[in-house]
Nanobody
């Protein structure tokens, strides 16, 4: 398995979750990483991305100020800290590796998708 996401679950609105993604060294070393999400009946959308060295991050407007993406290159791990969760954040979250050293800003920039992890937010 090249990308393994974990950490999803059920939380009340206003709560927090931390998603983790373990990547193979081949995928992780020089590649930007990102998180996308897909709610039922909706298209997969960009959530956050981070460059290969963590020096540059980007967020969807809907999560700015609430979500934080980070990475530990020594462990081939990328994280998504999600705070103040809202009902509209409920979705399957996917870890993704970029085709380049920059974080993927859209699905077309993704070279590899991990399996999803479900996030449920109850109001």
């Amino acid at each position: 398995v090249q990308l393994q996401a974990s950490g999803g679950g059920s939380v009340q609105a206003g709560g927090s979750l931390r998603l983790s993604c373990a990547a193979s060294r081949r995928l992780f070393s020089n590649n930007g990483m990102g998180w996308f999400r897909q709610a039922p009946g909706k298209e997969r959308e960009f959530v956050a991305s981070i460059s290969y060295n963590g020096g540059s991050t980007s967020y969807a407007d809907s999560v700015k100020g609430r979500f934080t993406i980070s990475r530990e290159n020594g462990k081939n791990m990328v994280y998504l800290q999600m705070n103040n969760l809202k009902a509209e954040d409920a979705a399957v979250y996917y870890c993704a590796a970029s085709r380049t050293s920059y974080g993927p800003a859209a699905a077309r920039s993704v070279s590899y998708w991990g399996q999803g992890t479900q996030v449920t937010v109850s109001s």
